[in-house]
């Protein structure tokens, strides 16, 4: 086994797992206090019916709105890092949809209301030094979107230098996703991600540069950050079932627990 972390509810994991949870915009609660809060951490059976433990997340209006966990609050690697981050979540059924702006690679912003449920920075207040993070899934109408970007020149002075899209998948609710995100980390050619939406390979590349010369992480998150728009509701609920970090000598199987995977070609559909 190379598992660095276990954030799994189901397995028993409390919050207090976590380095940090962070709660309203501006706050952050020490692992240990956020557990049960209402309004934001809270444990709850799972809504599928299926039974075990999962965390209901709830964030509230303001630009952004955050409600988060963080594995990690040190770097765990340096450069060239391979790692695998495995979280899951789950659109509740009423979850209302606010069309905005999505994201124009010409111009490299990333904008309009949108609700981000992982991301990988380079360092670990999130904040990142004045750019994108590297790594951004999100939720933004009826769609979820995968970006990343990167930048081998130092400093980054760009906001979203060499911002991809790496794909566009339907959002649906009332089912748990199963996010997988393997990457080796690198300044180099010896960079590569594959991204898989449960249990299928859904993007991946390889020889590629994927990092930020100036970063200081990798330090993943994973939670509720919402970009309100004007027609956003005052509010958003979704479930998690927590996070799992791999190394190098992991494998997809030891970071979800699932014995076999479905492997299916890069950009096939769900």
Not at 13 to 29: C, I, K, M
Not at 82 to 110: G, K, M, N
Not at 197 to 210: D, F, V
Request: contains cysteine.
């Amino acid at each position: 086994m190379a598992i660095i972390f276990d954030g799994r509810f189901a397995n028993g994991a409390l919050f207090s797992a976590y380095n940090r949870v962070d709660l309203e915009p501006g706050t952050a609660d020490i692992p240990g206090l956020a557990a049960g809060r209402p309004g934001y951490y809270e444990y709850a059976s799972d809504p599928t019916g299926v039974g075990g433990r999962c965390a209901r997340i709830t964030t509230y209006f303001n630009s952004p709105g955050r409600t988060e966990l963080r594995p990690f609050q040190t770097d765990i690697g340096g450069f060239p890092t391979e790692i695998w981050y495995a979280w899951w979540v789950l659109f509740p059924s009423d979850w209302s949809v606010d069309s905005s702006q999505s994201v124009d690679v010409t111009t490299s912003l990333v904008g309009g209301s949108r609700t981000i449920i992982g991301q990988l920075h380079d360092t670990p207040d999130g904040g990142d030094i004045a750019h994108f993070p590297l790594m951004q899934l999100y939720a933004l109408g009826k769609t979820l979107t995968l970006a990343t970007t990167y930048d081998t020149v130092t400093p980054t002075t760009l906001r979203a230098p060499n911002l991809r899209v790496l794909g566009n998948w339907p959002l649906r609710t009332g089912a748990w996703y199963e996010f997988v995100y393997h990457t080796n980390i690198s300044l180099t050619g010896t960079g590569f991600v594959e991204f898989y939406i449960n249990r299928r390979l859904q993007y991946s590349i390889t020889g590629t540069a994927n990092a930020y010369n100036d970063a200081l992480g990798p330090f993943f998150k994973a939670g509720a950050y919402g970009y309100y728009g004007n027609n956003s509701p005052g509010s958003r609920t979704l479930y998690s079932k927590g996070i799992v970090v791999g190394d190098s000598a992991s494998s997809y199987a030891e970071v979800t627990g699932n014995s076999v995977l479905q492997r299916a070609s890069a950009r096939s559909a769900m």
